[in-house]
C-alpha cells in the first residue's frame, strides 16, 4: 500500500470509528431508569460557531450540553394530546413559546404517524429532565428528540436513530420554518459536532477533542423568538446581498480555523476565535445590549473569548476560561453583571 492509499484508508476507518461512536452516544440517549422505563434523552445544545450562518449551508460547530430533556408518553382513553410539562424554565420562556409546542408535538406525531383522535389513542407526554429551558440552549429540539424517542419506545416502533432525528427536525419546524438541523442533531447525538445543512440529508460529524475545554455559559432572561430573528436575517440578506456576501465569506474562513483549534484543545485561540463570531453575530444585528454586556463582562473577568450562542436577541451567551479558576472567576463575574442564570461546564 502506498502511503497515499494507507492516507485515504485510515482517514476511511477514523470516519467509521467516528461514526459508530457518535451512534453509540445516541443509543446511550436511550437508556432505562432504575424501575426499568426508559429515559427518552433530547440533549441541550451550545452553538460554538456559525448561529444563523448555519441556515445558509454552512458548516457550524455545535456541542451538545448533558443536561437533556426526557419524555414519557401514555396512552389516553380521551382522543387528543395532553401535555404535562415538567421542564424546569427561566419566568417566562413555557408560557411565550407554549402555542410553538404544541404545534411542534403535533409535528412529530404527524411525522411518525401516531393517529390521536380515536378513542383509547389519546396521548399524556410528560415532559422533565435537567435541562433548564431558556432561549438559546435548544430546549424546542431537545423536547423534540426526547418526545420521538418516547413514541419510539412506547409505540414500538423501531425506528432507526436517523429516523428519530429526522422526527426531530420536522417537530423544530413548529418553531421555525427553516430549521437548520443543528440543534435536532445535536439534541439527539449529544458530542461536539461540525454540521453542515445541505439541499438532502444533512452532513455531520463528531469531533475528537485532544483537551476538554472548560466553558461558562450564562441567560439574559430573555425569551427571543427564533421565527422572527431569522426571517430579520433573512430579510437583511435579501435586501443587501453584497452585505450579506461579505459577512459569510470572513464566517466560512472563521470556522474553518475553528475546527482545527478545537481539535487541539487550543483555549487562547478558540477564544479569539470566540470573540470574532461575537462580532459577526454584531453585524448581522443578532446580538443585543445585554448580550453585549455579558460577553464584555465574561472577557473582563479572564476569559479567552466570549459570544453571544444561539437565535440571540436575548437568550444565551457562553465564553470560553483555560482554567478552571478563571471559570468560578467569570461564573460569578457573569452574575454580577446581571445574567440571569449562570452554568459551568466542559466540552470533552
Ligand atoms: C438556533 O439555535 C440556531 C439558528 O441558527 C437557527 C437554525 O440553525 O435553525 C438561529
Redesign the pocket.
Known amino acids: 500500500m502506498d502511503q497515499r492509499t494507507f492516507e485515504q484508508s485510515s482517514a476511511g476507518l477514523d470516519a467509521e470509528a467516528k461514526a459508530l461512536e457518535c451512534e453509540n452516544r445516541a443509543l446511550e440517549a436511550a437508556l432505562t431508569r432504575e424501575d426499568g422505563a426508559p429515559v427518552n434523552k433530547g440533549y441541550g445544545k451550545l452553538?460554538l460557531f456559525g448561529?444563523?450562518f448555519?441556515?445558509y449551508k454552512v458548516p457550524a460547530l455545535v456541542a451538545a450540553v448533558e443536561a437533556y430533556t426526557d419524555c414519557t408518553v401514555r396512552m389516553t382513553q380521551i382522543p387528543g394530546v395532553t401535555v404535562v410539562d415538567n421542564r424546569p424554565a427561566v419566568p417566562g420562556y413555557k408560557t411565550k413559546k407554549k402555542a410553538e409546542q404544541d404545534e411542534a408535538n403535533q409535528l412529530v406525531l404527524k411525522h411518525l404517524k401516531v393517529d390521536t383522535t380515536q378513542p383509547g389513542s389519546g396521548v399524556e407526554l410528560t415532559f422533565g429532565g435537567d435541562l433548564c429551558c431558556v432561549s438559546?440552549i435548544?430546549a424546542s429540539a431537545s423536547s423534540c428528540i426526547a418526545l420521538s424517542r418516547a413514541l419510539d419506545h412506547t409505540l414500538n416502533m423501531g425506528l432507526t436513530v436517523e429516523q428519530i432525528n429526522a422526527a426531530g427536525y420536522e417537530g423544530e419546524k413548529g418553531y421555525?420554518g427553516t430549521?437548520?438541523g443543528?440543534?435536532n442533531t445535536a439534541a439527539c447525538y449529544g458530542g461536539v459536532l461540525k454540521f453542515q445543512r445541505t439541499a438532502g440529508d444533512p452532513m455531520f460529524q463528531l469531533k475528537k477533542i485532544r483537551k476538554p475545554i472548560s466553558i461558562v455559559y450564562a441567560s439574559t432572561g430573555i425569551t427571543s423568538s427564533?421565527t422572527e430573528?431569522?426571517s430579520d436575517v433573512r430579510a437583511k440578506k435579501e435586501a443587501d446581498p453584497a452585505w450579506w456576501d461579505s459577512l459569510i465569506q470572513r464566517y466560512e474562513a472563521l470556522v474553518k480555523q475553528a475546527e482545527t483549534v478545537l481539535e487541539e484543545g487550543d483555549t487562547e485561540a478558540l477564544g479569539k476565535l470566540v470573540d470574532e463570531n461575537h462580532t459577526l453575530c454584531q453585524e448581522l444585528t443578532v446580538s443585543c445590549t445585554e448580550l453585549d454586556t455579558l460577553v464584555l463582562a465574561a472577557r473582563a473577568a479572564g476569559a479567552a473569548g466570549a459570544k453571544m450562542s444561539?437565535?440571540g436577541r436575548g437568550g444565551l451567551m457562553l465564553a470560553i476560561t483555560p482554567t478552571s479558576e478563571i471559570q468560578q472567576q467569570v461564573a460569578e463575574a457573569l452574575a454580577n453583571a446581571g445574567a440571569a442564570q449562570v452554568w459551568m461546564t466542559s466540552l470533552a
Do not use: R
Open positions: 452553538i448561529e444563523h448555519v441556515v438559546g435548544g421555525h430549521p437548520s443543528i440543534d427564533t430573528v431569522v444561539g437565535t
